[in-house]
């Protein structure tokens, strides 16, 4: 039984299509809103929903907005109702973009995006931890961004948004350590609504975005639904990348370099040592820089 947030549009709704051909029922939760957070409509969970059915699967449409505990709680009782057993599978793809220096964005805009992108993962994930928990089996994937891992220009709050992900998918794994609980997180390219939004404001950016309609957003659905399946069992607290035809597996912050003082460190030491560590300090690259190239598509090589 599965929760898919953001399931009506773009990737959320191809991994929702793919949990129920996999088997899953599921809960396509997503409240419509415009990508800035605006305008909820019905009809987009509805009508994947509708696919899944005339299909031959089981589906919930839930407009519920689950960035608060009660209306987290509200949900899984609700998928509770209908299917008599409490959720055991979470997919995170809800979220929306309101782009702004991190100078200029406003208090609503912080708020709107902290809260789609990362108070819902928080309030289901609580929701859910005690019932998987408890029942020894559960899988949690958390769709972030290379903007969580690298920063992003303009983007200061989905960039937290995204890193706050990262943090709750370590957290949560370790605390489920010994059961068969995988908790995953994948950074997602994939052309969608938000991918549309970002402006050319270079000429790197303007010849990436010209190729970016390759990586398609059920590209990476087949991704996350083995990450929900049973054979992805002791794969947990990972990042994974997924675009066109690749799938990435990401490093994690871990020590680069150590050094040590006996009598203390002072700022001049400190200033002394910077030439030990010019050799590992971390570049300012864009995820735009580390991606190398345009998507591979799925069914052959890039043009």
């Not at 960035?67 to 008599?84: C, I, K």
């Not at 995953?184 to 991918?195: G, H, K, L």
């Not at 990586?215 to 990042?239: K, N, T, Y």
């Not at 009598?263 to 991606?291: I, M, N, T, Y």
């Amino acid at each position: 039984m599965s929760i898919v947030t953001g399931g009506g549009r773009g990737i959320g709704r191809a991994v929702a299509v793919a949990l129920a051909e996999s088997g899953h029922p599921v809960c396509v939760n997503d409240t419509g809103v415009g990508l800035d957070g605006h305008g909820p409509d019905p009809v987009p969970a509805d009508g994947v929903a509708e696919e899944i059915r005339a299909a031959g699967g089981h589906a919930l449409a839930m407009a519920i907005d689950a960035r608060t505990r009660p209306a987290a709680e509200a949900l899984v009782a609700a998928v509770h109702d209908w299917m008599g057993v409490t959720p055991s599978v979470l997919v995170h793809a809800a979220g929306t973009l309101r782009d702004g220096m991190v100078h200029k964005a406003s208090d609503e805009d912080w708020s709107e995006v902290l809260g789609s992108h990362l108070a819902v993962a928080v309030e289901l994930t609580r929701a859910l931890a005690a019932t998987v928990r408890r029942e020894r089996y559960g899988r949690i994937v958390y769709l972030g961004g290379a903007a969580g891992l690298v920063g992003s220009v303009g983007q200061p709050a989905y960039a937290v948004a995204k890193a706050g992900l990262f943090g709750l998918t370590r957290a949560v794994a370790l605390e489920m350590t010994g059961r068969d609980v995988c908790v995953n997180y994948v950074a997602p390219f994939a052309f969608t609504r938000m991918t549309e939004s970002i402006p050319p404001a270079t000429e790197q950016l303007r010849r990436y975005l010209e190729a970016a309609p390759a990586a398609r957003p059920h590209d990476v659905a087949p991704l996350v639904a083995w990450l929900c399946s049973p054979a992805a069992a002791g794969v947990s607290g990972q990042i994974f990348g997924a675009r066109g035809a690749e799938v990435t597996l990401w490093s994690q912050p871990r020590p680069a370099a150590r050094f040590v003082d006996q009598q203390g460190w002072s700022a001049a030491s400190l200033a002394d040592l910077r030439h030990r560590l010019e050799p590992d300090l971390a570049p300012l690259e864009s995820e735009f820089d580390l991606f190398g190239g345009p998507p591979v598509p799925v069914g052959g090589a890039p043009e």
